[in-house]
């Protein structure tokens, strides 16, 4: 028996220090990794603007949790693109398009792995203090697709309309077979992995719209959106189905001189919980409720 325990130590000793291990390394890779100016670098890649990030945190539990960045913007491309991220001056203050205070992603790893895959709990995937100022043009268009909009180079452009080409004669090919078999309907209750979530949106947030042809601004101000106390088990969703809802907002109209509505400002909230699947067909549930009303205006 004492020989037994004593294996079992070991094995308990050596399951630690693989742990460990796996964790140093994960902190590490991730460090080196899951830089201001990798980030930034990747994003500017894909879009026509530029980036700017005032740190990431990457705690040493960070392969379990997550990680967190704050002070992200983006704005119009300009000459800073391209340099080091403490080389770049400043983005003047209310020049970003896009932005948000802070980002924190945190989920239970340990969970997931002690439970073999089957639970997974995210803790937290929250946006604070989003903004986002968009400018609806009087001849139309806006400036967040042109910011957001990576432009296409000569040799994408002619692969894009070779695939396009493609996929038509792949359609009328399909017509001459036969029909394929009808699928069947997608069933929550075969899933193997229990899920559990915290919070899932944004808080604070602030989005102003400027509608250039009314000569007016709308702005949406104390933005609260989410999913919270997220439980769903497929194997018992008579009693674990649920999903919270929260919404928030204040919306106002700027005075302005033109005709029409002069001003408003109205307060919003909703909270309603809702039981996402049928237990009795493992599919979307058809019913949901939900408190709503305005707090003023």
């Known amino acids: 028996m004492k020989k037994v325990l004593k294996l079992l130590k070991r094995i308990l000793i050596g399951v630690g220090i693989l742990l460990v291990v796996i964790m140093v390394g994960g902190f590490i890779a991730i460090k080196v990794v899951v830089t201001k100016d990798f980030v930034a670098t990747k994003i500017e890649q894909n879009i026509n603007g ?34 080091p991220m403490d080389q770049r001056t400043p ?21 997931l792995i002690t439970s073999f895959g089957k639970k997974f709990e995210l803790k937290s995937l929250l946006f604070t203090e989003p903004k986002a100022h968009i400018f609806l043009a009087k001849a139309g268009g806006n400036n967040l697709t042109a910011l957001l909009k990576k432009p296409k180079t000569k040799e994408e452009l002619e692969k894009e ?19 394929e078999a009808e699928k069947k309907p997608f069933d929550f209750r075969e899933l193997p992995t229990e899920i559990k979530m915290g919070k899932i949106g944004i808080e604070g947030g602030l989005f102003t719209i400027n509608i ?86």
């Open 50 to 83: 530029r980036v700017e990030i005032k740190d990431i945190s990457v705690p040493i539990w960070a392969a379990f949790s997550g990680i967190t960045v704050d002070g992200f913007k983006i704005a119009q491309r300009d000459g800073e693109v391209g340099k």
């Open 161 to 179: 309309a070779a695939e396009q080409a493609d996929e038509a004669k792949k359609k009328a090919a399909a017509k001459t077979t036969e029909p």
């Open 212 to 297: 250039e042809s009314l000569g007016q601004t709308v702005v949406a101000s104390g933005v609260n959106a989410y999913l919270r106390d997220i439980l769903i088990d497929p194997k018992d969703l008579e009693h674990k189905n649920q999903v919270g809802l929260t919404t928030q907002f204040t919306l106002t109209l700027q005075e302005s001189k033109g005709g029409g509505v002069k001003s408003f400002k109205i307060s919003y909230d909703m909270q309603g919980g809702l039981k996402p699947i049928d237990p009795k067909t493992g599919g979307i549930n058809q019913a949901i409720g939900l408190r709503m009303g305005l707090l003023k205006g």
């Open 91 to 111: 983005m003047k203050e209310g020049s970003e398009v896009i932005g948000f205070k802070k980002f924190n992603f945190q989920v239970a790893l340990g969970a």
